[in-house]
C-alpha cells in the first residue's frame, strides 16, 4: 500500500508541476492582444498587395547594403593582399594575414 500512495503521490505532483510550467505559455500577452479602438476590418486587396510591395521594397534594400557591406569588405581584403581566386593551401592563413594588415592599416587611418 505505501508504494502505491508513494506512486500517487509523485503522479499528482508531477502534474501539478506541469500545469503550473505549461499555463503561462498559454497566457495572452498585451502585445497579442487586439487593441480596443483599433478597428478590426480585414484588409483590402490593394492595402494587401502595398504592403507586400513595400515589404518586398524593403528586403530587397536589405539585401543590396549587405551585398555593398560585403563588397567593400572584400575589396578592403584584396587592397591587403588577399586573392581570392588561388587555388592556395595556405588558404586560412593567408585571409588571417590580410585581415590583419586591413585592420591595421584601418586603426591607423
Not at 1 to 28: D, H
Not at 102 to 107: I, T
Amino acid at each position: 500500500m505505501p508504494s502505491t500512495n508513494s506512486k500517487l503521490t509523485l503522479a499528482a505532483a508531477t502534474a501539478a508541476f506541469l500545469i503550473g510550467v505549461a499555463a503561462p505559455a498559454f497566457a495572452q500577452t498585451a502585445a497579442s492582444a487586439p487593441a480596443a479602438d483599433q478597428a478590426t476590418q480585414p484588409l483590402t486587396k490593394e492595402q494587401k498587395a502595398q504592403a507586400k510591395a513595400q515589404a518586398k521594397a524593403q528586403r530587397k534594400a536589405e539585401r543590396k547594403q549587405a551585398r555593398a557591406k560585403n563588397n567593400a569588405e572584400l575589396k578592403k581584403l584584396e587592397d591587403a593582399g588577399y586573392k581570392p581566386s588561388l587555388n592556395d593551401p595556405n588558404y586560412p592563413q593567408n585571409l588571417q594575414d590580410a585581415q590583419k594588415k586591413a585592420n591595421a592599416a584601418g586603426a591607423s587611418q
